[in-house]
């Protein structure tokens, strides 16, 4: 299954990625491996050029997979270690005295979701792989996808992100923000496109959270969220 945590910058999306790592023991990937991964691009920086040579070498086999069933793509590609191991990583959590298993799949993944038939691959998979995504909402989304979005007053978003951007580039200006010309749009054509996709969406496909609900009562948050993925809280009170 995957789980998109889907959120215009600067509205909270690390922060519910850090309360699903430390209540639930959910490990979460992004879209992106930006300037703050720098560290994690040093050691991983390899990962996407392995995956463009790998595609190149199997544009045929890529096509296959399309007419494949469900079945038949889930035993195909978990037969394929050479293919898994461009993405896929198992991670061991500390929990207490104990340790806890799990897996995900590596950050800068947007490479491989622009292939639907990899999408469908992982929506059918038992394990539960959590992204980080700014983007645009897909035209489709199969069963086994989830939206958790993030939703955020744009006041304090736009004075976020505009001084997030400003740190880049010093001539950056707040009307180019407010336009959207900016590498996700304007705050209100990305939450336009969102709720086109809500309407479409199955109800136990799809959460909305609200920043400023995040902050007044986050107790009420993580059991709508433990709810959702149907994954136990490991803490009763929130951390």
Not at 91 to 99: I, K, M, N, P
Not at 154 to 174: C, I, Q, T, W
Not at 203 to 230: A, C, G, K
Request: aromatic share 12%; proline share 4%; hydrophobic share 35%.
């Amino acid at each position: 299954m995957i789980v998109y945590i889907a959120s215009y910058p600067r509205s909270g999306n690390t922060w519910c990625r850090n309360l699903l790592l430390d209540n639930f023991n959910l490990v979460s990937s992004s879209f992106y491996m930006g300037s703050a991964e720098a560290s994690y691009y040093a050691v991983n920086s390899h990962i996407q050029q392995d995956w463009q040579n790998w595609v190149a070498g199997h544009q045929a086999f890529i096509q296959s997979l399309s007419e494949l069933s469900d079945d038949e793509l889930v035993k195909c590609l978990d037969t394929r270690p050479d293919f898994r191991q461009i993405w896929i990583k198992d991670v061991e959590l500390e929990e207490g005295q104990t340790s806890v298993q799990t897996t995900c799949i590596h950050k800068g993944c947007l490479p491989l979701l622009e292939y639907p038939v990899f999408r469908r691959y992982l929506s059918l998979k038992d394990e539960l792989y959590l992204i980080k995504t700014h983007h645009l909402p897909f035209d489709h989304y199969y069963k086994g996808e989830k939206v958790i979005q993030i939703a955020r007053h744009p006041g304090p978003v736009l004075r976020s992100y505009f001084h997030y951007l400003e740190n880049k580039d010093k001539g950056f200006a707040m009307i180019d923000l407010i336009r959207g010309n900016v590498k996700f749009h304007g705050w209100g054509t990305y939450h336009r496109h969102w709720m086109k996709a809500a309407n479409a969406l199955l109800p136990d496909q799809y959460l909305q959270i609200r920043y400023e609900e995040m902050q007044s009562d986050i107790q009420t948050v993580m059991r709508n969220l433990e709810q959702f993925l149907n994954t136990p809280l490991i803490h009763k009170k929130v951390i």
